[in-house]
């Protein structure tokens, strides 16, 4: 519980999807209770009014509950102008959906005239739309916001009051099952609004949203892909059941209703998890797929264990609406409720895709589902009964699944594996805790005797982190552990730098960790340990948009580099800068080389000479260059940011006291070299944080015409980088984007199998770049 309170993303997705299941309990407890009380005709009025409701609510509010949920985290002061701006076009929308179907009751509800004739529904019906459209949007502007727990109070509380004015209200009203579940309406609306409105900046500024920002052009694009796609989402998921009416009938219609409300508890985690994500990695896109991975894993604790229950229980839970619902749907609801966990991927890269901005891939997928439920359905059911459709939705939700793979940085099924394993150590873990063992990391000598709190951490490659804090000193530390050969020789590079860097000058300037414990657990096969000091402050990335925008934050970054490489330059040779050029690609050379890629290796030396040719003739000094400087790997003490900012001492090179703002951590990659690679590094990687997209076509469009942002080649001509070019000696910068790509490539390749030649990795960020 602890660590799930130090997750927002899981904190609010179990929050949001609690708070959908409590709504849907109380909703069936609503419908008891009316079923009970009023006559049958006084019910169907009422559900097929309610049912005409969010029919008009999901196609009026033009995707905005989405818009919300993914512009607002990002939306700084302008908060207040989309909320203000959204809202009204939502309620509009939303009573011009009213008007629109009382205009054409007659020919597409034929049934309804008489219920409504007399009632002044001219008046009140496209109020209710309008407020009820709201209600709906309100959910992605809460989940935006961060507010789940308003979310959960909101919905709650309406859902009590439904039930309370639906005991209320007199039997002989003919409305009144619909009067019951639209009376709150106006009071949980308002008060949610006022909540959000007095919580909200009181002035109008600029946006931190970076290149994906509130212009009018952008969230218009956004909206309208992603409306077109949740229509596509809520017809894969709502049109079966009519699909299902004219081929077997209301009776087995009826089987497969029930059976699929109950298989649907499930994909409510799944959906509130989606929402959390999206408010996630629409602030920092660069991590989206890594916070897509977290997300993947903390439902799968929950919904593998579910998915076993369902299978095992299917009977006895299906028994509860008759003997005939057990045998007609016990296999179905085990197929229903299996397919909740390529679910649950689908859901996540559909997340992944709305903040990263690939739009094609959103309504390519969304429309498949749909059309495979369109399409399928009849043959399924010819094929084998209601069941087929039980397998048609499983196997749906597989090729969606794969079709989503890249949106994680592992394969889901490893990523659920691990999960469970993870929580099951956690768990284990714990235990040990309660059973007061102060000392859980015997194996590391640097922490025999201590009291010690672990977490674990986000890794990378094959290397496992855990934050570990001494509960009497209160000292943070790092604990690396290698899980492969990899991350063996990643951990012993860092411990090697950190001990080097440890008579670097740079006090109060540049903070970097500090190597306590470098060990070697004799397990089978040996286990590297690494135990470092742990920097005070915030990721860089994880600023972006909560104080700082990401210009500020990559030029803060920049100058921390530039720090250490004026602290630790020394004059070279041209031979040396042509070496360096070089051994820098000699990763990406020897794997080029033994994947038997000529074609490739050929226009890499080609480019590479034409580098180096360049940088002979430069008057350049080399330094100490960190090797993979990208956002996630500076960490700013959040409480400075005004001595850190131009103009500040310590941007002018003057130590502003004891302990230095700003960080850089993960030094496995350093060594000497030229200081361009670190600064093209790092403005490459901070416009795909922003853009979303991957290394090598980011790559292959910056060299194609796609031009960088003037304060980007600011940052590039502190190490020599020109627009033409021009000057002997210095770079254009095609050039710097070239090393920026290399450096990346070069960094991320020893650290894993899954970066090797062959994978889709390769494919996408070193294939594509030398084709």
């Known amino acids: 519980m602890r660590a799930l309170g130090d997750d927002p993303l899981a904190r609010h997705g179990y929050v949001i999807g609690l708070s959908s299941l409590a709504t849907s309990v109380l909703g069936v407890a609503f419908w008891t209770v009316a079923a009970r009380r009023y006559g049958a005709a006084t ?3 009422g559900a097929a009014l309610v049912a005409v409701l969010g029919l008009l609510g999901n196609f009026a509010q033009l995707g905005l509950v989405n818009g919300f949920n993914r512009y607002l985290p990002v939306a700084g002061d302008r908060a207040r102008w989309f909320l203000r701006t959204g809202g009204t076009t939502a309620a509009a929308a939303g009573g011009l959906a009213g008007v629109v179907f009382l205009l054409g009751l007659s020919r597409w509800a034929p049934d309804l005239v008489p219920a409504l004739d007399g009632t002044g529904a001219w008046w009140w019906f496209p109020a209710v739309s309008a407020c009820w459209t709201l ?3 309100q959910h992605g502007v809460l989940a935006g916001l961060r507010r789940s727990s308003v979310l959960l109070a909101s919905n709650l509380g309406y859902a009590i009051v439904k039930l309370v004015v639906l005991l209320a209200l007199p039997v002989t009203a003919a409305l ?25 900046p009181a002035t109008s500024g600029p946006t931190t949203a970076g290149p994906d920002d509130l212009s009018l052009g952008g969230v218009g694009r956004f909206l309208t892909v992603d409306h077109v796609a949740s229509l596509f989402s809520s017809a894969s998921h709502g049109l079966l059941p009519v699909l299902l009416l004219g081929h077997v009938g209301p009776a087995r219609t009826a089987y497969f209703t029930l059976t699929w409300s109950t298989a649907y508890v499930p994909y409510l985690l799944g959906r509130g998890l989606g929402m959390s994500l999206l408010t996630e990695a629409a602030a920092a896109p660069r991590n989206a797929t890594s916070l897509a991975l977290r997300s993947l894993r903390r439902g799968a604790v929950v919904l593998v264990p579910a998915a076993v229950v369902g299978v095992v229980a299917a009977p006895l839970l299906l028994s509860l609406f008759g003997p005939e619902y057990r045998t007609a749907g016990t296999t179905l609801l085990r197929l229903l409720v299996v397919a909740t966990l390529p679910g649950l991927v689908v859901t996540n890269g559909l997340a992944v895709l709305r903040a990263t901005g690939r739009y094609r891939r959103l309504l390519l997928v969304s429309a498949g589902l749909a059309v495979g439920v369109v399409g399928g359905a009849g043959p399924a059911v010819q094929q084998a009964g209601i069941t087929g459709v039980g ?12 079709a989503l793979n890249d949106t994680l940085r592992e394969s889901p099924i490893r990523a659920i594996a691990t999960s469970l394993w993870l929580h099951v150590d956690g768990q284990r873990a714990a235990r040990r805790r309660r059973r007061r063992d102060t000392d859980p990391l015997v194996p590391f000598p640097a922490l025999r005797g201590r009291a010690l709190e672990v977490e674990a951490m986000s890794g990378g490659g094959e290397v496992t982190i855990r934050s570990v804090t001494d509960r009497t000193s209160g000292a943070q530390l790092v604990v690396r552990t290698a899980t492969a050969s990899h991350g063996t020789t990643a951990i012993e590079a860092a411990a090697d730098v950190l001990t080097r860097s440890a008579s670097l000058p740079l ?15 004799p397990t089978t096969p040996a286990t590297t340990i690494s135990v470092e000091t742990r920097l005070a402050g915030v990721r860089a990335d994880h600023l972006v ?30 031979p040396e800068r042509r070496r360096w050029v070089h051994d820098t690609a000699e990763p990406l050379v020897e794997a080029l080389v033994a994947s038997a890629r000529p074609a490739a290796l050929d226009r890499l030396e080609g480019t590479l000479d034409r580098i180096a040719t360049r940088l002979e003739l430069a008057d350049a000094d080399h330094a100490v260059v960190h090797g993979d400087a990208w956002l996630g790997n500076v960490v700013i003490d959040g409480t400075r940011l005004d001595e850190v900012r131009p103009g500040s001492s310590w941007w002018d090179g003057r130590p502003t006291g004891p302990d230095a703002p700003v960080g850089l951590v993960d030094w496995e990659a350093s060594s000497y070299g030229n200081p361009l690679v670190d600064l093209a590094t790092l ?17 292959v469009g910056l060299r194609s015409g796609r031009q960088l942002e003037p304060w980007e080649l600011a940052i590039l001509a502190t190490a020599g980088i020109e627009e033409a070019g021009a000057t002997p000696g210095s770079l254009p910068p095609d050039d710097a984007v070239v090393l920026g790509w290399l450096g990346l490539v070069t960094a991320t390749i020893p650290t894993s199998p899954r970066y090797q030649p062959g994978t889709r990795w390769f494919a996408l960020n070193v294939d594509l770049v030398l084709r």
């Open 683 to 699: 403005v490459l990687s901070s416009r795909i944080d922003a853009l979303g997209e991957q290394l090598g076509p980011h790559v």
């Open 507 to 521: 006090d109060g300037l540049v903070a970097h960790p500090a190597i306590i414990d470098l060990t070697t657990v």
């Open 135 to 137: 209600f709906v949007v």
């Open 43 to 45: 019910v169907g009025i």
């Open 176 to 200: 009144a099952v619909f009067w019951a579940w639209v009376a709150a309406l106006p009071i949980v609306v308002g008060t949610v609004w006022l909540v959000v409105a007095r919580s909200l």
């Open 545 to 574: 948009g909560d104080g700082l925008s990401r210009r500020e934050a990559t030029e803060i970054a920049a100058r921390a580099l530039r720090h250490l490489h004026q602290r630790t330059a020394h004059p070279t040779t041209a």
């Open 391 to 402: 397998c048609l939705w499983l196997g749906l939700n597989l090729v969606a699944a794969l």
